[in-house]
Each structure stands twice: as C-alpha cells, then as structure tokens.
T-cell receptor
Framework: DAGVIQSPRHEVTEMGQEVTLRCKPI?????LFWYRQTMMRGLELLIY????????DSGMPEDRFSAKMPNASFSTLKIQPSEPRDSAVYFC????????????FGQGTRLTVV | QKEVEQDPGPLSVPEGAIVSLNCTYSNSAFQYFMWYRQYSRKGPELLMY????GNKEDGRFTAQVDKSSKYISLFIRDSQPSDSATYLCAMSFNTGNQFYFGTGTSLTVIP
C-alpha cells in the first residue's frame, strides 16, 4: 500500500477563494482524521470519520470549513472562503478500528492564503 | 489548559548525547502513550508506544510513563544527526480512536 495520499502537496491561493484538499486513506482503515499543524498551535484535530461517518467535528474552526467522506477511499476538506489565517499544513491520517496506538499520516498539504 | 503540554524547544545537542523529551497531561483517563517523529516537510510517524505505566525500550529509544505524576518521557541514547526531527507525544483513551497530540519538540543533533 502506498500509504495515505494527499493532494495537492502545496496550494497557494488568494483570500476569498475556495480551497479543496483531498485525501485517500490506507485501504481497509476504518478511521480518517483531518489535522491542521501550525508553529503556534501544533497539531490540531479538525474532524474525524469512522466508516465514512463524521464522528466529531468540534475542532472545525468555523463554518467556512467543511469535510466529506463520500466513500471509504476518499475524503475532502474544503475551505470557503479562505483567509490568510488558514495558512498551515493540513494532514490527513487514517487508522484501523481499535488502532488506539497508531495513526498513519499523509505527507500533508501546505496551504498558503495570500 | 491544553490536555497535553510539551515544551517546543528547540533543543540542540552534540552527537552522542543523551536526549530527554517530556510531556505532561491533565486527563488521568489516558491509557496509551505514544511518541511520533516528524522529519521536516513530512507527516508524523509512530516511533513507539506504551500502554499504561512503565518503561519500554527499543534500541536507543526508551519511553517512560509515570501516571501518578501525569508525566511521560522519551530518552534517546547516543543521539545521531539522523535523529534531528520534531518529536510529538500523543495520548489516547482505552476506547475510541481520538489521539491527543502535544505541540512537538524540535531536536537538532549536531555532528
């Protein structure tokens, strides 16, 4: 398996534009997580899914953020409209059910909003 | 107060030194304690984990958990330049799959 695949690796966009980040989890994993990482706040959990169902979205900062998981092999995180303070590295991770010790992370998407 | 606190560093040590990285936490219900390593411009990768209290050793790495003090440590012996990375502690409960991460400590091992 190629691991968790995220696209794009880098995204530069203008304030107010819509941004869509994509993730393909490891096949067979039941959980999918979206994290945001900044120097100031570290790794923050935004939302996670279990079997394609959103379980906890309390980390989503505002209504401008939304996430979907239409099937077991694909998830998106959308920001609309984007703002400069959304600039961060966004990671997708997946884990097995009862995988309380290991989440497998993708390479991340580095988002810059200018 | 965050659930998991970690000194961000940065920490710079000479090659061969013993490194000590630490985290404190507030929720006594945490059962699994993990250390992730993150190289620059990469995603975090699990280094090792411990269940409940005690020590665990893996090569040059030793993880310690002191639940009475709500304190965990990672020791790196004979540190190498390849150990230069950010180290994140993480914790989880006995049920569910939510991970709680520290902010990470940046480590540089100087040859």
């Amino acid at each position: 398996d190629a691991g968790v695949i995220q696209s794009p690796r880098h995204e530069v966009t203008e304030m107010g534009q819509e941004v869509t980040l994509r993730c393909k989890p490891i096949s067979g994993h039941d959980y999918l997580f979206w994290y945001r990482q900044t120097m100031m706040r570290g790794l923050e959990l935004l939302i996670y899914f279990n079997n394609n169902v959103p379980i906890d979205d309390s980390g989503m900062p505002e209504d401008r953020f939304s996430a979907k998981m239409p099937n077991a092999s694909f998830s998106t995180l959308k920001i609309q409209p984007s703002e400069p303070r959304d600039s961060a590295v966004y990671f997708c991770a997946s884990s097995l059910d009862r995988g309380v010790t290991e989440a497998f992370f993708g390479q991340g998407t580095r988002l810059t909003v200018v | 107060q965050k659930e998991v606190e970690q000194d961000p560093g940065p920490l710079s040590v000479p090659e061969g030194a013993i490194v000590s990285l630490n985290c404190t936490y507030s929720n006594s219900a945490f059962q699994y304690f993990m250390w992730y390593r993150q190289y620059s411009r990469k995603g975090p990768e699990l280094l090792m984990y411990t269940y409940s209290s005690g020590n665990k050793e893996d090569g040059r790495f030793t993880a310690q958990v002191d639940k009475s003090s709500k304190y965990i440590s990672l020791f790196i012996r004979d540190s190498q330049p390849s150990d230069s990375a950010t180290y994140l502690c993480a914790m989880s409960f006995n049920t569910g799959n939510q991970f709680y991460f520290g902010t990470g400590t940046s480590l540089t091992v100087i040859p």
